[in-house]
């Protein structure tokens, strides 16, 4: 019961992490969902389609879908064929994917079907008359099971096969939309049957030919308009600028082709954004783009996008005279703080601090309601900070932070998002400063946020960490070994957070009670095994093998297989600071492991970090015999642990008159560790 106590509140803990960075999108949602709805019931579909926006444009597809369902089942049959109709047009492949996975395009369809079943022979169009005539096409086609098509390549044949012959006998049906949009999703998405992805950019010719026997078969705009979107979403991860353009030219063909002036403006965007991606003319392809969106479309969330867009591809200066004449022209009232924040990073990336500094202060004092004021005065912490200005920087992340209480910056992900960060920054600064006590009221005030359910869980095991921390430097020893016991009970404790399990450990090493702490884990484990016990117990046992003076089981702990220059684990961390601590005793056994080729580099980094002087003629011998310039970062990296003048004597002279990779890995590591 108390395991099962522990793990809710860590959970809890959790969900509460990941609901309020759900909270600001939902509500989000929600309100745009609720205007286009009342749109939506008055027949304004394409305005309706705005105002549902990315923020719930699948919930506009099921509304429209509720409806025309609705008016078929009511028996209003030529208002039902309107509706499905008007789906079919605002959604032409938005959510069509395989059956098995979201039924709601094919519903759209066989409603559609049912409906002109219903529907007086004078009455039907030719493209109606295709639709009834493709039904036996269409269930042959869906029928086929998702994952065959994923990986088989005889699948997948089929598949092109089938959506060709729809194409080439209802070329005027919505059932040729449907067939082509899953034979190019296929062709983007498919691997061989070994694995390998396929799809991606190499869909692009594919997609192409289908395109063409469109056009040879005469196929309306709307089932054109699918394929494109197909050829400008496989393109455009296509990483030569041909591909690139292939892409940007299928988002100006939609644009063109389009009647829904939300898709049209959506794909000049996209244009503008693919175009940024080519270097050279592309740029200048893009400018002209973006600006011709932004005087078509002035306002609203991609408009903010296209002014971003603008300004990240210009120089400082271009881009501030930019931010100036969008202001002129931008309707009275538009949040530029956004706009000038981006310029403002790129000033600090020059170096140009305190240009930087003043456009922060602009955003501050024009946009104070802005949620990017968080981030302004965020960013304005980290230019001070590089400046050297500690005083500054901390009132700035003070700031920061107070705005997370503001009212009407509260809904807003992305006040929540700076304001926790300087939470973080400020428990860190005053943790450095030794002052537990501030640091533990900007710790226990941090309220992890983002989207990934481990990254929030590893989150919330750092927020224990560091409060637990503070409270045993300030004397509070049981409530921080409480605190960690729940969250090593609870939480799986990604591989990035074993420092959880090593301070709570350590507590009780510190407290001379490592009997009790083994009988704990016991108990923890005979109810729950979660990783974070197990880490808990391995750091105890190298503490037991220490305690021993078990030389070769805190060697056989370490993890040999890396290279020391650029990495290793915890275990390997803490076995090798055991070796260190036993200093002459374990010396011995670390010089013979020096002859063994495998072990070498592992030895030689213990016995650096001994300060053991006979370590450093080894190292000079092991680089005159050694090639691999990673194996020469280890054993520069190793002189650079021992820290003498010889050492750094040896690193240097390698850097000046060392050749090939000698002379590579030398200079890398006196840069990485330059001598205090």
């Known amino acids: 019961m108390r395991t099962a106590g522990r793990a809710f509140l860590v959970v809890f803990v959790v969900a509460v992490c990941a609901s309020v960075s759900a909270q600001y999108w939902q509500r989000a949602r929600e309100e745009a969902a609720a205007a286009g709805r009342k749109l939506l019931n008055e027949g304004r579909y394409d305005e309706a389609l705005s105002a549902y926006g990315h923020w719930a444009s699948h919930d506009m597809g099921a509304d429209l879908l509720r409806l025309s369902e609705q008016a078929r089942k009511e028996g209003k049959t030529k208002e039902a064929r309107a509706l499905y109709r008007t789906y079919f047009e605002l959604f032409p492949f938005g959510y069509l994917y395989w059956n ?74 919505h059932a040729c939309a449907g067939a082509l949009a899953v034979a190019t999703d296929m062709a983007r998405t498919r691997l061989s049957r070994s694995g390998e992805f396929v799809g991606g950019h190499r869909a692009v010719p594919v997609i192409q030919g289908y395109l063409e026997e469109m056009k040879q078969a005469g196929v309306p705009d709307r089932s054109r308009i699918i394929v494109l979107h197909q050829l400008g979403g496989a393109a455009s991860v296509g990483t030569d600028a041909g591909m690139r353009a292939t892409a940007v030219q299928a988002y100006l063909d939609i644009r063109g082709a389009s009647r ?138 003070k700031r920061a932070a107070e705005l997370k209480q503001l009212a009407k910056l509260e809904r807003s992900l992305n006040a929540g998002w700076s304001s926790n960060a300087a939470f973080e920054r400020l428990g860190n600064y005053y943790k450095n400063k030794k002052d537990w006590a501030e640091a533990l009221k900007w710790w226990e005030g941090w309220t992890p946020m983002g989207w990934c359910g481990n990254g929030l869980e590893s989150m919330a095991s750092q927020r224990a960490y560091e409060i637990a921390l503070c409270k045993i430097n300030l004397g509070k020893e049981d409530e921080a070994l409480d605190m960690l016991e729940k969250s090593i009970a609870s939480s799986d404790l990604g591989s990035d957070r074993p420092e959880v399990a090593i301070l709570f450990v350590d507590t009780y090493h510190k407290q001379g009670k490592l009997g009790e702490l083994e009988r704990k884990l016991d108990a923890m484990e005979r109810e729950r095994k979660p990783s974070g016990v197990g880490k808990a117990r391995e750091y105890l046992g190298l503490l037991r093998m220490a305690e021993k003076k078990d030389v070769g089981g805190l060697w056989n702990a370490m993890d040999h297989g890396g290279h020391p220059y650029s990495h290793y684990d915890w275990k390997t961390m803490k076995a090798l600071e055991a070796l260190v601590s036993l200093g002459g005793e374990a010396k011995p056994f670390i010089m013979g492991r020096t002859r063994t080729d495998a072990d070498a580099i592992w030895a030689c980094v213990v016995l650096a970090r001994m300060k053991a002087p006979e370590v450093v003629p080894l190292l000079r011998e092991k680089i005159r015999a050694e090639v691999n310039v990673w194996m020469l970062c280890d054993y520069f990296y190793a002189l650079a642990l021992v820290g003498t003048d010889e050492a750094y004597a040896i690193i240097r002279e390698s850097a000046e008159k060392g050749v090939d990779n000698e002379k590579t890995a030398a200079t890398e590591v006196l840069k990485k560790y330059p001598k205090p």
Do not use: H
């Open 100 to 173: 098995d996975q979201r039924p709601e395009w094919t519903n759209a369809y066989w409603g559609y079907v049912a409906v002109l079943e219903k529907l007086p022979q004078e009455e039907r169009d030719e493209g109606d008359r295709q639709d009834l005539a493709a039904g036996e096409s269409m269930k042959a086609l869906w029928a086929i099971p998702a994952r065959k098509a994923l990986y088989e390549p005889e699948t997948q044949t089929e598949i092109f096969a089938r959506a060709r012959e729809i194409l080439r006998k209802f070329p005027q049906s």
């Open 260 to 397: 829904v002036s939300y898709e049209k403006r959506s794909a000049l965007l996209q244009a503008a954004r693919g175009a940024a991606t080519v270097r050279a003319d592309g740029r200048d392809r893009a400018r002209g783009l973006f600006r011709e969106f932004l005087k078509e479309y002035p306002s609203g969330d991609d408009a903010d996008e296209a002014r971003l867009g603008l300004v990240q591809i210009l120089q400082i200066d271009e881009a501030l005279a930019a931010v100036r004449q969008m202001e002129k022209e931008a309707p009275k009232g538009t949040d530029f703080a956004p706009t000038i924040l981006e310029v403002a990073e790129k000033c600090f990336q020059a170096r140009e601090y305190d240009k930087s500094v003043a456009l922060l202060q602009e955003i501050v004092e024009r946009f104070p309601a802005s949620p990017t004021a968080p981030s302004a005065y965020f960013c304005m912490g980290d230019v001070y900070e590089k400046q050297g200005d500690e005083g500054k920087m901390v009132a700035c992340y």
